[in-house]
């Protein structure tokens, strides 16, 4: 075995002028390491159990529609994408205290915490300036839209007073149906006494149906209480949403 010479000696780690071992990260990627920005919380996770509405659609729904539609694809059978809850707020400029009561309020409507919608541009007339928050709005997919839209057709609509059913009318020509709320009230999971004013949002239920008259057989499948019927040949509507108290 070769002898090593007096310069092939196995050094130690580099130490600086106070004797410490210096790090072994140099360069950019220790810089970059000690910049580096926090990573984002972690999304809620999804509840465990599936929504009971969701496999009474995979169980019985589908089925149907594929019958009902004459649909032999049951990758093409309109199912629902997501629903979103929008609150225009526009007392929040001048009352800060105001989109914290909604954003609570909201939350326990929705089983998800809302975004807070901000003004793109300023408005002189409305005393608005761009990036004022001017509403909420909770965008829910899976597990819990498809329990959200189980507790508004289950519970919270027959609650309305004189209730006889939503309009047909509130298709967008596309499949996709908007219903207007006046009172946020109506919803069970609120505390009335903690409410100090009664605010109206809108729910918008995007669907993969490609006519109104496949959206509206899902939805009324789904137990959507509508008022009329609505038919094949129907022509497409205007987009306006339908009101309920």
Request: aromatic share 6%.
């Amino acid at each position: 075995m070769a002898e090593r010479g007096p310069g092939t000696e196995k050094q130690g780690p580099r130490r600086d002028k106070a004797g410490a071992p210096r790090h072994p990260q140099k360069g950019a990627a220790a810089r970059t390491q000690e910049g580096a920005q926090p990573a984002p919380p972690p999304a809620p996770a999804e509840p465990a159990e599936p929504a009971r509405l969701a496999e009474r659609y995979a169980q019985e729904v589908a089925g149907q529609l594929m019958r009902e539609l004459g649909i032999d694809n049951p990758m093409r059978v309109p199912r629902l994408e997501k629903i979103v809850i929008n609150m225009g707020l526009g007392e929040a400029r001048e009352d800060a205290k105001l989109l914290d009561a909604a954003s609570e309020e909201l939350a326990q409507i929705s089983g998800q915490k809302p975004v807070v919608t901000r003004a793109r541009k300023a408005i002189s007339n409305f005393k608005l300036r761009a990036g004022m928050p001017v509403g909420l709005m909770v965008t829910l997919r899976r597990t819990r839209m498809y329990e959200f839209f189980d507790r508004l057709v289950s519970v919270v609509l027959p609650r309305v007073r004189d209730f006889r059913g939503v309009s047909e009318r509130g298709f967008d020509g596309r499949g996709n149906y908007a219903l207007g709320v006046r009172e946020h009230t109506i919803f069970p999971e609120l505390n009335l006494d903690k409410v100090e004013r009664v605010k109206g949002f809108t729910v918008s239920i995007v669907t993969t149906a490609e006519s109104d008259f496949e959206g509206y057989m899902l939805l009324k499948m789904l137990g959507m209480p509508f008022r009329g019927a609505l038919s094949r040949e129907e022509p497409p509507r205007d987009g306006a949403a339908a009101e309920v108290a």
